[in-house]
């Protein structure tokens, strides 16, 4: 009887957390998203990079409905994405040399230990088991990598939207 009423609880508990992560669920994303890369394919076929001098932020959600964003955007709907699949990932921040620009990334650690990243609609894949080396391996001239959470600026950004 305690082990039925046991699994009757976790099967609860389950339910609810499915719910609550389908209530949540991004509008339009595609049913047939599933890896990393089934995410890099529809946002290069279906998205748009759209500079922008004054860096306005979008959530998930709007960065979907528009079609188009900037780096920061697309590391936004990325994260957002591989979370809902459950893959463990972070947004990156990526400072160049004699540049005084920053660039957003999402980067996860695949099953095998080696880092993965999408940069704006490009997934890049690497041997890399430290996340410096996966980065710089695209971006040579990264001076300083720093995780976005970390970061005061872009989480007092991620408020805001």
Same mark, same amino acid.
Request: glycine share 2%; charged share 25%.
């Given at each position: ?95 160049? #040399? ?57 989480? #007092? ?5």
């Amino acid at each position: 009887m305690k082990r039925n009423l046991t699994a009757t609880i976790a099967m609860l508990i389950i339910t609810t957390i499915l719910s609550l992560n389908s209530a949540y669920a991004l509008e339009g994303l595609p049913s047939n998203i599933q890896t990393p890369k089934d995410l890099a394919e529809w946002l290069s076929d279906e998205f748009q990079y759209t500079f922008e001098i004054n860096d306005n932020w979008q959530s998930a959600q709007t960065t979907i409905d528009s079609r188009s964003g900037d780096c920061e955007d697309f590391a936004v709907l990325v994260s957002s994405v591989l979370t809902d699949h459950r893959i463990s990932n972070d947004i990156v921040l990526v400072d160049f #040399k004699g540049m005084q620009i920053r660039h957003a990334i999402c980067a996860w650690r695949t099953d095998n230990g080696t880092y993965n990243f999408i940069s704006n609609k490009v997934m890049y894949t690497t041997s890399e088991t430290s996340l410096e080396s996966a980065i710089k391996k695209y971006y040579p001239d990264a001076k300083s990598i720093t995780l976005a959470k970390n970061d005061y600026e872009f989480r #007092k950004k991620m408020r805001s939207i």
